[in-house]
């Protein structure tokens, strides 16, 4: 993280660069996508208004891969897993991952603290969006999406890591047991809006270690995930206690 009386340091945007995987034909307007109000001159050279335009271009991309990727799925599971992808906390949670908030320009205030709160790792995200879309075009931003946000679509609607765990266990369970899994409910937790689930998955008479997910597809596939290791003789990958750990 930067302080406001730093000058842009082409090094650093070039790391910037790498990460997104991305070379920028301006990198005045990747230095904007960086700068936060608390570290600009006047808000007008920050990334707030990058940031309003990256927030449009996400909700348009991933409208758009979720209406291809999903065909069979109604309106209303469309509009659920876009809800979450394009959730502040999802956009957080892409930035911190990929060590965004270390190239951001912040003020005296921010750039003292060891950690930026979530709401400016959110809108790095969202800038660099905008920032890729102005530099690049439509097709730049969308590879960006298809990079990041994908793996994001996946446990929102129930796969993770590309695989479909439930698949994988029903297949299994009957061909080796004889029977069909089903996924019981065990606990909940967290207001209306941001619900965490724990759902163990159950062949006949056993019941598999159960596991939390933020919605009930992520935890049904974490709990035939349990369930596959356990009958493979494996350590379980996902635990069943504190829901935030185990996320």
């Known amino acids: 993280m930067r302080k406001p009386e730093e000058p842009p340091d082409q090094e650093i945007l070039a790391d910037c660069e790498a990460v997104l995987g991305y070379q920028f034909n301006d990198r005045s307007l ?10 600009a001159n006047h808000r007008l050279a920050s990334n707030e208004r990058l940031e309003f335009l990256g927030d449009a271009v996400l909700g348009l991309l991933v409208c758009e ?12 599971e ?62 730049a931003a969308r590879s960006l999406i ?35 899994p ?5 606990d909940e937790k967290g207001p209306d809006h941001s619900k965490c689930f724990k759902i163990a998955a159950k ?14 597809k992520a935890a049904e596939q974490r709990a035939a995930h349990n369930a596959l290791h356990t009958l493979e003789g494996k350590p379980i990958p996902y635990y069943e206690g504190d829901p935030v750990s185990s996320e």
């Open 78 to 139: 469309l509009t659920r897993i876009k809800s979450i992808v394009v959730s502040r906390c999802v956009c957080a949670k892409i930035s911190q991952t990929l060590g965004l908030t270390r190239f951001l320009r912040l003020g005296k205030g921010l750039s003292s603290n060891d950690t930026v709160p979530q709401s400016v790792a959110a809108a790095v995200f969202e800038a660099l969006t905008a920032g890729i879309y102005l530099d690049g075009g439509l097709e």
């Open 146 to 180: 298809n990079r990041f946000v994908l793996p994001e679509v996946e446990v929102a609607c129930g796969v993770e890591n590309g695989r479909n765990f439930k698949s994988l266990l029903q297949q299994i369970a009957q061909k080796s047991l004889g029977a069909t």
């Open 65 to 76: 891969l979720l209406f291809h990727r999903f065909p069979e799925e109604p309106e209303g």
């Open 30 to 39: 990747l230095q904007m996508c960086l700068t936060h109000a608390s570290g």
């Open 182 to 186: 089903i996924y019981a409910l065990l």
């Open 203 to 216: 062949i006949g008479p056993d019941c598999y270690p159960a596991a939390w997910g933020n919605n009930k």
